[in-house]
T-cell receptor, first 113, second 113 residues
Framework: DVKVTQSSRYLVKRTGEKVFLECVQDMDHENMFWYRQDPGLGLRLIYFSYDVKMKEKGDIPEGYSVSREKKERFSLILESASTNQTSMYLC????????????FGNGTRLTVT | GDSVTQMEGPVTLSEEAFLTINCTYTATGYPSLFWYVQYPGEGLQLLLKATKADDKGSNKGFEATYRKETTSFHLEKGSVQVSDSAVYFCALRSNQAGTALIFGKGTTLSVSS
């Protein structure tokens, strides 16, 4: 079974802190993704990476950056956390094939106070 | 751009009732289509998929048929159970490799006994 592991289930940070969310997959997938999920807004794409060291902006990249130095790991960075970044963050991975589904981690619920 | 529209919930049903959750899409070319389910406190799980017109995806009693002429991918189940209570997301992946999933906003299903 594909396993996508997010390092933290719950995280509480203060405004202005730099925050790192880590995601690791074990299926040798080329593509990795970060989404955020908010009530009434569904899932919105923040960034994705179609291969190592490659990245593409999604729909809402402002205030975020990403890093993919190794194929299995994709990090989301909040440079200076703000209260409007309080949300559920979901990481996913897939093969580089349009027919391939995305496999999701269990999510990190981030609260910024 | 590509988009997915699904019926708003919540949908409230009694056990053994018939379920339909409507999903329509807008896309250039021929996307792949997916239904995901999210149980409380968990990440998204793939429920079923269809990758070309007239394909039927099925899993756990759920079905959906890729209708190119009506650009639809409605989710159906003949007899729902309390354990089906969850949030259901329709999604598409465009016909280019290395792209992300685009999601509908989700439909909450609540089944009572």
């Amino acid at each position: 079974d594909v396993k996508v592991t997010q390092s933290s289930r719950y995280l509480v940070k203060r405004t202005g802190e730099k925050v790192f969310l880590e995601c690791v997959q074990d299926m040798d997938h080329e593509n990795m993704f970060w989404y955020r999920q908010d009530p009434g807004l569904g899932l919105r794409l923040i960034y994705f990476s179609y291969d190592v060291k490659m990245k593409e902006k999604g729909d809402i990249p402002e205030g975020y950056s990403v890093s993919r130095e190794k194929k299995e790991r994709f990090s989301l960075i909040l440079e200076s956390a703000s209260t409007n970044q309080t949300s559920m963050y979901l990481c996913a991975s897939s093969f580089n094939d349009r027919n391939s589904p995305l496999h999701f981690g269990n999510g990190t619920r981030l609260t910024v106070t | 751009g590509d988009s997915v529209t699904q019926m708003e919930g919540p949908v409230t049903l009694s056990e053994e009732a018939f379920l339909t959750i409507n999903c329509t899409y807008t896309a250039t070319g021929y996307p792949s289509l997916f239904w995901y389910v999210q149980y409380p406190g968990e990440g998204l799980q793939l429920l079923l998929k269809a990758t070309k017109a007239d394909d039927k995806g099925s899993n756990k009693g759920f079905e959906a048929t890729y209708r190119k002429e009506t650009t639809s991918f409605h989710l159906e189940k003949g007899s729902v159970q309390v354990s089906d209570s969850a949030v259901y997301f329709c999604a598409l992946r465009s016909n280019q490799a290395g792209t992300a999933l685009i999601f509908g906003k989700g439909t909450t299903l609540s089944v009572s006994s």
